[in-house]
């Protein structure tokens, strides 16, 4: 059974920091790349970071260039996003992707975790 589990959401004032986990089981983590999407009522789920399956390439949406990193523990089957410098415009729910494309696209999504910005 897949599973994308994410954690560490939460309220944080602007300026703060948080650090959002997804622990994966069910397939084999470290042949896929792995993704963090955010979405606000009303509005496309947009791509926040990604990595890919050996660390080696990492992507980021401008808005949060050099504020958010994006990293891997293969050995944990976990994927985590490091948020600091938070601002308003950075609520949303976060979601975690787990994608592999190779002869078919195989795409895996968590549940999403609430990160609210506000003082």
């Known amino acids: 059974q897949v599973q994308l589990v994410e954690s560490g959401g939460g309220l944080v004032q602007p300026g703060g920091s948080l650090r959002l986990s997804c622990a994966a089981s069910?397939?084999?983590?470290?042949?896929?790349?792995m993704k963090w999407y955010r979405q606000v009522p009303g509005k496309e789920r947009e791509l926040v970071a990604a990595?890919?399956?050996?660390?080696?390439?990492?992507v980021y949406a401008e808005s949060v260039k050099g504020r958010f990193t994006i990293s891997r523990d293969n050995t944990k089957n976990t994927v985590y996003l490091q948020m600091n410098s938070l601002k308003p415009e950075d609520a949303a729910v976060y979601y975690c992707?787990?994608?592999?494309?190779?002869?078919?696209?195989?795409?895996?999504w968590g549940q999403g975790t609430q990160v609210t910005v506000s003082s």
């Open positions: 069910g397939f084999t983590f470290s042949i896929f790349d």
């Open positions: 990595i890919g399956s050996t660390a080696t390439s990492t």
């Open positions: 992707n787990a994608l592999r494309r190779f002869l078919r696209t195989i795409n895996y």
